[in-house]
């Protein structure tokens, strides 16, 4: 079985430019979770999706950030214009199931931003 | 914010020793989870324990929780150089269907 395929693997962009990522689940998978990974530090959530929804975007800094799942399974993650700041690994992960194996995550190799 | 805070920062340790990474957490969970991350990769699940458990083994892998005083443990036994790797906890942030995740333990074995 196939883990979560995450595109690019890096990115190396200018500041003000537009970046997006891609993310393709394990199959099945209902819920998908886009996070930042900042050096050093661990994963914090961006937001995350049950099928098609987004059911919690609360940390999705939405003045530069979107991010979509159509049909319920790939999703993109996109940054217009990208800061700085946003330079880390972006990590995509999914998990299925119902119950405490619901929050077992399965994650993507992740995709590592440069801002300059 | 950073539910979990992980101790040491880094750990490093010959092969054949033990490593004990320990993990505090501040609100109520159903359960918690270790992960470990290789150098440019994603996390891997490795182990998970729910509350109402004491301690938990997996291969090479023990963990302990104690509710009480809101933190774990993850002892891996033997070590091997391959077990070079960044190791997190998560929690599930008083039941929710979010994990938070610490901050890590870089663990190092020496070959």
């Known amino acids: 079985e196939a883990g979560v395929v995450q595109s690019p693997r890096y990115k190396i962009i200018e500041k003000k430019q537009p970046v997006a990522f891609w993310c393709n689940p394990i199959s099945g998978h209902n819920t998908l979770y886009w996070y930042r990974q900042n050096l050093g530090q661990g994963p914090e959530l961006l937001i995350r999706?049950?099928?098609?929804?987004?059911?919690?975007d609360s940390q999705l800094p939405k003045d530069r950030f979107s991010a979509e799942r159509l049909k319920g399974v790939d999703s993109t993650l996109k940054i217009q214009p990208a800061e700085l700041g946003d330079s880390a690994v972006y990590l995509c992960?999914?998990?299925?199931?119902?119950?405490?194996?619901?929050?077992?995550?399965?994650f993507g190799a992740g995709t590592r931003l440069s801002v300059l | 914010s950073q539910q979990g805070e992980e101790d040491p920062q880094a750990l490093s340790i010959q092969e054949g020793e033990n490593a004990t990474m320990n993990c505090s957490y501040k609100?109520?969970?159903?359960?918690l989870q270790w992960y470990r991350q290789n150098s440019g990769r994603g996390l891997v699940h490795l182990i998970l324990i729910r509350s109402n458990e004491r301690e938990k083994h997996s291969g090479r892998l023990r963990v302990t929780l104690d509710t009480s005083k809101k933190s774990s443990s993850l002892l891996i036994t033997a070590s091997r150089a391959a077990d070079t790797a960044s190791y997190f906890c998560a929690t599930d942030a008083g039941g929710s269907e979010k994990l938070v995740f610490g901050k890590g333990t870089k663990l190092t074995v020496n070959p």
């Open positions: 999706y049950e099928n098609e929804e987004a059911v919690d």
């Open positions: 992960a999914s998990s299925s199931g119902t119950g405490f194996t619901k929050n077992i995550q399965y």
């Open positions: 609100t109520s969970i159903n359960n």
